[in-house]
């Protein structure tokens, strides 16, 4: 089953140089891809393409047999932690997780029982505000509510920045149970030797000239 396609996207902003220039990539249930590249290269973009956040000019996108900017829905089945992504300051960081949660259909009694399984996991107190928190602990906070329903895929844009290696570490841990399962994921960066024991395949973005 093809979890992922994208044909001869593109995507430009406005009037601006194009970002992504006739890409395409396919991907089966259970692979783990890796897309590297430099900055402005266009990686970050095309996980926004995947997430339905922008539109392609040109080309067909489908997640799960489904547009994700026409379908949306089907962003339910999709854990995504992409640049940009912001939680709400005067929050906690499990008030953020569990108010996230709960947009995905997700009780509260369910998200509750699941973010004390990360707390475990992470060694880490939600509790505390997003605004005291550090960039890690965000970032930590970000990539539970992307896992917390068991998407079918996730979509990562370089997870591993901002946290130490015991947390690395986990995150490995995290993405090896989560292949073990059969699950889809997506990471992009420009370091893909972290992953190279779960990646099946690297795609090479190179920045459009």
Not at 125 to 147: C, E, P
Request: proline share 3%.
């Amino acid at each position: 089953m093809d979890v992922v396609v994208m044909e001869d996207i593109q995507f430009h902003f406005n009037d601006g140089p194009k970002i992504v220039e006739k890409f395409s990539m396919m991907i089966t249930k259970g692979e783990f891809v890796y897309i590297k590249g430099s900055n402005g290269s266009g990686k970050s973009t095309i996980l926004k393409l995947l997430g339905g956040i922008i539109k392609p000019k040109n080309g067909k996108i489908k997640i799960l047999g489904k547009e994700p900017y026409k379908e949306p829905e089907v962003l339910k089945s999709v854990g995504m932690v992409v640049d940009g992504m912001g939680l709400y300051k005067e929050l906690s960081l499990k008030e953020n997780i569990i108010y996230f949660a709960k947009e995905k259909g997700l009780t509260y009694e369910y998200a509750k029982k699941e973010i004390e399984k990360y707390e475990k996991l992470w060694e880490i107190d939600f509790n505390r505000k997003y605004k005291k928190s550090s960039h890690g602990m965000r970032k930590i906070a970000k990539l539970t509510f992307s896992l917390i329903n068991e998407p079918e895929l996730l979509i990562w844009d370089e997870p591993e920045l901002a946290l130490d290696q015991k947390r690395i570490n986990t995150l490995l841990e995290i993405l090896k149970s989560y292949k073990e399962k059969g699950k889809t994921c997506i990471i992009a960066g420009t370091n893909p030797e972290i992953y190279k024991n779960l990646v099946d395949m690297v795609i090479e973005k190179e920045v459009i000239l």
